[in-house]
């Protein structure tokens, strides 16, 4: 869905580096939030946050940490890279449709840590 | 851990009716049942939810059953690009209030040409 971008779509680094994955839509909504998929896994979820000044845990948080910057922009940092942080991540909104929540998901980012 | 049960593969012709169960046996009774699909490794996509009458939109339809223990999302015509991993959802309410989808392994279609 075009309305939710993340950046950098690929990215390779090597362990104990800090790196930032971007999230930005253009959906007005107020959730966001980010999951990783790893194979045969599905998706888990790592941060979420309701508004600008929310922010909560999921259920794998440790060795991320996010940021909301504006209603529009959230980036998850992982301080010190490791190898088992390889996964694909996706940011996704959502809003309150008819009845309950939906989603919408980002293209992903696909993160290799050597 | 997910609270749906589907069948992890399934084949089906192109231009026929593709049918997706899934289990939900311990669904209660204000859970909606949500339905996503992932096309190969892209995000996943909402396709249709329903809490406990049939719905249908312009990409599928949802039939639930009386009991409400159990689904079927129906694409009516798959194409080839229906090829996806089918995800049934049933939310559910985390800490706080949060509303987080819990994705299954989810059944992996293949439409046939």
């Known amino acids: 869905d075009a309305d939710v971008t993340q950046t950098p779509r690929n990215r390779i680094t090597k362990t104990g580096k800090r790196i930032m994955l971007e999230c930005s839509q253009t959906?007005?909504?107020?959730?966001m939030y980010w999951y990783r998929q790893d194979p045969g896994l599905g998706l888990r979820l790592i941060y979420y946050?309701?508004?600008?000044?929310?922010?909560n845990k999921g259920e794998i948080s440790d060795g991320y940490s996010v940021s909301r910057q504006a209603q529009a922009k959230f980036s998850l940092s992982l301080e010190s890279a490791i190898p088992n942080q390889t996964a694909l991540y996706f940011c996704?909104?959502?809003?309150?449709?008819?009845?309950?929540?939906?989603?919408?998901f980002g293209p992903g980012t696909r993160l290799l840590v050597l | 851990d997910a609270k749906t049960t589907q069948p992890p593969s399934m084949d089906c012709a192109e231009g026929r009716a593709a049918n997706l169960p899934c289990n939900h046996s311990?669904?209660?009774?204000?859970?909606?049942v949500y339905w996503y699909r992932q096309i190969h490794s892209q995000g996943p996509q909402y396709i249709i939810h329903?809490?406990?009458n049939n719905e249908t939109n312009e990409m599928a339809s949802l039939i639930i059953t009386e009991d409400r223990k159990s689904s079927t999302l129906i694409l009516p015509h798959a194409t080839l690009r229906d090829t996806a991993v089918y995800y049934c959802?049933?939310?559910?309410?985390?800490?706080?209030?949060?509303?987080?989808?819990?994705f299954g392994k989810g059944t992996k279609l293949t439409v046939n040409p």
């Open positions: 996704a909104t959502s809003d309150l449709g008819r009845g309950r929540e939906t989603q919408y």
């Open positions: 959906k007005g909504h107020d959730r």
């Open positions: 946050s309701f508004d600008v000044k929310d922010i």
């Open positions: 311990t669904i209660s009774g204000n859970e909606y």
């Open positions: 329903g809490l406990k």
């Open positions: 959802i049933v939310r559910v309410d985390g800490k706080g209030g949060s509303e987080k989808l819990v």
